[in-house]
């Protein structure tokens, strides 16, 4: 019986087979504020789905909404203190 295996290294790696870099779990750090926020909105929104909403679950929606954009608010303007070197 014959044995098959890959002849060479490159055949077998896989570029998402590894950790992730310093630089990466920095930025999904970063990013993390927006991810739960955009998570808090998708949760108000799926308890709609099978229902009217009602006027607490608007709320709820809204503010979601609004946090959301506070966020990435928050995001841009520290991408842009980075970019411009910090202006006070």
């Known amino acids: 019986m014959k044995d098959i295996a890959a002849l060479q290294a490159a055949v077998t790696a896989d570029g998402f087979d590894r950790e992730p870099t310093y630089a990466e779990l920095n930025a999904i750090e970063t990013e993390m504020p927006v991810i739960l926020a955009r998570i808090e ?37 520290q991408a842009a203190a980075t970019v411009t070197g910090g202006a006070a």
Do not use: M
């Not at 099978?50 to 995001?75: F, G, M, Y």
């Open 41 to 77: 909105l998708l949760d108000a929104q799926i308890v709609t789905l099978d229902r009217a909403p009602t006027e607490l679950d608007q709320q709820r929606i809204r503010r979601a909404r609004r946090k959301v954009l506070a966020a990435r608010r928050k995001l841009s303007n």
